[in-house]
């Protein structure tokens, strides 16, 4: 699959943020977040974005789906540091029926420090591909 979102710098193209503080546990020796921390941030971001649009992730779950992770895009603008209040915005870009793409934005007070991509498939409980539920689709095409 290949990335077809150009994920927006500009925070008002998202529907939804969600804040987390960076901890210092997430920083390595230069005192910058390592860039292995970010796909815990988005996952987050998702996260709470599904649950806010009423379509929890554990609904997903208890329906036999899960959305597994095929692509990672990050651009790097600005480092985070330890404490920093981290604003990651959040929009569905795409789907298709059998994949979706959600784009995000980081910012802290609201200059940008990241932009990314997510790409995943819909799996049933045992790993097979499955078509995404109906109402993803539609959401995009609502929002467009």
Known sequence: MRLATEP???PETYPFHHRLRVRFAETDAMGIVHHSRYAPYL???RVEFLRAIGRPYTAWREAGL???VLELWVQYRQPLHFDDVVDVHVRLATATRTAFEMAYLLTVGGRVHA???TVH???TADGRPTRLP???PALVADAT
């Open 8 to 10: 927006s710098l500009d």
């Open 43 to 45: 996952e987050e971001a």
């Open 66 to 68: 899960d959305a597994a």
């Open 115 to 117: 932009r990314a991509v």
């Open 121 to 123: 498939g819909c799996v």
């Open 134 to 136: 109906a109402w993803l």
